[in-house]
């Protein structure tokens, strides 16, 4: 069975890298996370993931504008994007069945089996 490729993009260096080492443990997903929202879509082009988790509140860049920039990038813009954040309550996101405002939402906090479940259910991986 082929890995899923999952890029992860999100400022908070501390969750990143435990997010990293919990997916590490399941055989089926491999794992990029890109700290720096300004490095996103050249980090994208280069590790192809299968669908990207990002941010909506960082420093120098925000989710909207990382999002805006993947969906210009004609080699990217079929990638699915789930955005993860704060900003939402987990349930906002099961009264809208995981869909706010158009775009896929998972609420912090959030550990590597809900990130997993989440995936799985909305993009049927």
């Known amino acids: 069975m082929k890995k899923k490729k999952l890029l992860i993009v999100d400022d908070e260096v501390m969750f990143t890298n435990a997010i990293k080492l919990a997916f590490g443990r399941k055989e089926d997903y491999e794992v990029c996370v890109e700290n720096d929202p300004r490095m996103a879509v ?21 989710g909207g504008e990382v999002h805006s920039q993947i969906m210009a990038d004609p080699s990217l813009r079929h990638i699915p994007i789930i955005f993860l954040t704060a900003i939402v309550r987990q349930r906002e996101v099961d009264e809208h069945n ?28």
């Not at 050249?42 to 420093?59: E, N, S, Y």
């Open 98 to 125: 995981g869909v706010i405002g158009g775009s896929l939402f998972i609420a912090k906090p959030v550990d590597a089996d809900g990130l997993s479940n989440a995936i799985e259910k909305y993009l049927h991986f």
């Open 42 to 62: 050249a980090t994208a082009r280069k590790f192809g993931p299968d669908v990207i988790i990002l941010d909506v509140i960082m420093p120098e860049m925000d």
